[in-house]
């Protein structure tokens, strides 16, 4: 487990061909404090335009809301 911190209005050269390499190994989480409309743009314009890179994404609304916690874990805990 560890985290890769990505600005994604401005990503460093070779950013798509890491997470290319990463997503063979690994399940790959986008974690942003941003609203879901604003970060989906951003990826689909500059990050993910031809290729999904994310198996999962969690937005400010999956900090805001208790509710969505369980159903946020159970997501990501897919092996257990």
């Known amino acids: 487990e560890f ?3 990505i600005d994604l209005r401005q990503p460093e050269p070779g950013l798509k061909e890491v997470l290319r390499e990463l997503k063979k190994h690994f399940e790959l989480i ?3 404090s941003s609203s879901k409309i604003y970060c989906d743009g951003i990826l689909k314009n500059v990050i993910e335009s031809n290729e999904v890179f994310f ?7 999956h900090l805001a809301a208790p509710r969505y916690h369980n159903q946020v874990i159970e997501q990501l805990n897919k092996d257990n």
């Open 3 to 5: 985290l890769i911190r």
């Open 30 to 32: 986008l974690f942003t």
């Open 55 to 61: 198996d999962h994404k969690l937005f400010k609304t």
